[in-house]
C-alpha cells in the first residue's frame, strides 16, 4: 500500500467572518474617531436628554478646569452654565433634541471659579435606537467677547465725542461772555459788596461748566496728546501730597514705587488727572475709611512696535482700595459715559469714562477686578519706551508786565456777543479796536484801514473761510503783522483746519480778561 506523499503547501488562513471585518472595522473607525476628537482644540460634549454630561474631550475638561472626565461625567451640565444665561443654552438644547441644529452664545463657570464667554453648536445625535443626545462644538470668545465690548466703548465715546465737538464752539461762547462780563463787573465793585459774592459765584459756576466742557472733549478723545518720556513714579510721588489733601485724613494712601520702573510715552496733564479721577473714585466707595494703594512695576514680555517708537515692555499701575466693590452689572458701564451710581448732582458720570479715554490715547489698556463687599483694583499698562527721560530745567520766573496798550487791533468774530466783550475790554486796556463780523468783512476793513494794524485777533471757524485762511489773505498786504487765533473748538478740529499750538498763537475759549489782555501783550511784544 502506497502512503500519499504529504503536501508541502501551507494552509491558508481563516478568514474573518464578516461579523468579524464589521467589529473590527467599526472598531478602528471609533479609535480613528476618538483620537480625532481628543486633538480636537475645542470642547466638543454629548449631553443626554436630561442634561446629564455623558462624554468630554480633553479641551473641554480643560476648559472647566477638570482633570479628567470621572470628576464631571453624570453632573448636570447646567450646574457650569451661568445662572442669566440658563434660558439661552436651554433653547439651544431643546432645539437640538428636537432635531434642529443650533447655536449660540453664552457664560460658563469653571470648576475652580472663573467666568468665561463661550460660544456653543449643538446639533442631535443618536446613541442608540431611541434615545437621543445633544452633540457640541463650544469654543472659547472671551477674548473676542472683550475685544467687541471695547469697539462698543469706543464707538459710544465717539457718537458723544461728535456731539462734544459740535456744541464745544457755542457753549465755550457763551460762557467766555458770561466769564468776560463777570470779571467785568466784578472789577467796578468793591470786594465786600453784596452783589460781588454772588458774582464771585456765577464766576465759579462759569468755571465749572468749562471744566465740564474740557472733560468732555477729553474723553472723547477730541483732544490732541502729547506724549513724551515720563517716569511714572515721580508722577504718583508727585500727586502723592494733593491726594492726601483731597481724600481727606480717613483714607490712607500706601504707595510702592519701585527703582528702575521703564519710562513711558505718556501725557503728564493727563496722567496726574488719571490719578486724580481714580483716587476720588475710590474715595467716594470708602465712606467710612479705608486704604488706597498705589503700585508701579515692570511687566516684561517680547519687543513690540508701537507706531515707529520701539517698546520694550509694559509699566502698569495698580491702584486698589478697600471699600464696598462693585456688583458685575456695574462693572460691566462704569466706563460708560454719564454712567454713575451716585446721586443726582453729585457725579456727571465723566470720571471713569475720561480715565478710560486718556489711557487708551496713550496706547494703554484699563480693567477693573472687584466684588462686592471686597474692593476695587485699576489696573492700567503702559507701553514702555526706549526714550530716555529728558532733563528739563526749570524755566525762569516770569517777568511782571503791563497788561495795557495803545496799538490798533483788529478784531474777527461773527458771534456778535463775544466780539463785542472782545472789544470792550481791550478799548479799557487802552487799545485801539477794528470789528469785523467775518472773514470777507475783515480784509475789506483792512484794505480801507489808514492806520496801521498792529494785530489781527480772529476767531478759527467762521462762515465763509477760516481764520487760518484769512491769515494768509491778509499777511499778503500786512506780512510783519503777528496774529493770535480765538477758538473754542477741540485741538482736533484746529489741526483739521490746519492750526496747531506749535505753529500758531492759540488763545482757547472760554478764555478770562487777563488771559486775552496776556496773550494780546505777549503776541505784540
Not at 253 to 281: C, E, F, W
Request: neutral net charge; glycine residues 8%.
Amino acid at each position: 500500500m502506497t502512503r500519499r506523499a504529504k503536501s508541502n503547501r501551507r494552509r491558508r488562513p481563516k478568514r474573518p467572518s464578516a461579523l468579524e471585518s464589521a467589529l473590527a472595522e467599526k472598531a478602528l473607525s471609533e479609535s480613528r474617531l476618538r483620537a480625532i476628537i481628543n486633538a480636537e482644540p475645542a470642547c466638543v460634549k454629548l449631553v443626554s436628554k436630561a442634561g446629564l454630561l455623558i462624554d468630554m474631550n480633553p479641551a473641554g475638561l480643560a476648559m472647566i478646569g477638570a482633570t479628567d472626565l470621572a470628576q464631571v461625567a453624570g453632573q448636570p451640565i447646567t450646574r457650569i452654565v451661568h445662572p442669566d444665561d440658563l434660558g439661552r443654552f436651554l433653547d439651544i438644547h431643546r432645539s437640538a433634541l428636537g432635531g434642529v441644529p443650533a447655536s449660540g452664545e453664552y457664560r460658563i463657570f469653571g470648576l475652580g471659579g472663573g467666568e468665561r464667554w463661550v460660544e456653543s453648536h449643538s446639533v442631535p445625535f443618536d446613541i442608540s435606537t431611541g434615545q437621543r443626545a445633544v452633540l457640541s462644538v463650544t469654543s472659547d470668545i472671551t477674548e473676542r467677547k472683550g475685544l467687541e465690548e471695547q469697539l462698543r466703548q469706543s464707538q459710544k465715546m465717539e457718537a458723544v465725542g461728535r456731539l462734544a465737538g459740535g456744541i464745544a464752539h457755542d457753549f465755550n461762547n457763551l460762557l467766555t461772555v458770561i466769564g468776560g462780563y463777570t470779571e467785568t463787573a466784578l472789577a467796578e465793585l468793591p470786594a465786600d459788596a453784596p452783589a460781588a459774592a454772588l458774582l464771585r459765584e456765577v464766576r465759579r459756576a462759569s468755571d465749572s461748566a468749562a471744566s465740564l466742557t474740557r472733560r468732555l472733549l477729553m474723553f472723547s478723545r477730541r483732544q490732541i496728546v502729547r506724549l513724551s518720556p515720563l517716569d511714572l513714579n515721580a508722577i504718583v510721588a508727585e500727586i502723592e501730597q494733593l491726594l492726601t489733601r483731597t481724600l481727606g485724613e480717613d483714607i490712607a494712601i500706601v504707595t510702592s514705587l519701585p527703582s528702575g520702573l521703564r519710562p513711558i510715552q505718556a501725557d503728564a496733564t493727563q496722567l496726574q488727572q488719571v490719578l486724580m479721577n481714580l483716587a476720588v473714585n475710590a474715595r467716594d466707595a470708602m465712606p467710612r475709611g479705608g486704604t488706597l494703594t498705589i503700585e508701579t512695576t515692570n511687566v516684561p514680555h517680547d519687543a513690540l512696535r508701537r507706531g515707529n517708537v520701539p517698546v520694550t515692555g509694559t509699566v502698569e499701575l495698580r491702584l486698589s482700595d478697600t471699600g464696598c466693590g462693585m456688583s458685575d452689572a456695574t462693572k460691566a458701564h462704569i466706563f460708560e459715559p454719564f454712567f454713575t451710581t451716585k446721586e443726582i448732582g453729585r457725579g456727571a458720570g465723566l470720571g471713569l469714562a475720561t480715565v478710560y479715554a486718556i489711557v487708551q490715547g496713550m496706547g494703554g489698556t484699563i480693567n477693573v477686578s472687584s466684588d462686592t463687599g471686597r474692593g476695587t483694583t485699576f489696573t492700567l499698562r503702559f507701553p514702555a519706551s526706549h526714550i530716555p527721560i529728558e532733563v528739563v530745567p526749570p524755566p525762569p520766573a516770569p517777568m511782571a508786565i503791563d497788561l495795557h496798550g495803545t496799538e490798533t487791533i483788529l478784531v474777527v468774530e461773527d458771534e456778535d456777543t463775544v466780539r463785542t466783550l472782545t472789544a470792550n475790554v481791550l478799548k479799557n486796556a487802552g487799545y485801539v479796536v477794528i470789528e469785523a463780523a467775518g472773514p470777507a468783512a475783515a480784509l475789506q476793513v483792512a484794505e480801507r484801514s489808514t492806520s496801521t494794524i498792529h494785530l489781527l485777533l480772529s476767531d478759527v471757524i467762521m462762515p465763509g473761510f477760516d481764520g487760518v485762511e484769512l491769515s494768509k489773505r491778509f499777511r499778503k498786504s500786512h506780512p510783519h503783522t503777528p496774529v493770535l487765533f480765538m477758538s473754542g473748538y477741540s485741538d482736533d478740529t484746529m489741526a483739521h483746519h490746519g492750526l496747531t499750538v506749535d505753529q500758531y498763537r492759540l488763545l482757547a475759549k472760554p478764555f478770562t480778561t487777563t488771559n486775552l489782555l496776556q496773550k494780546v501783550r505777549e503776541a505784540l511784544d
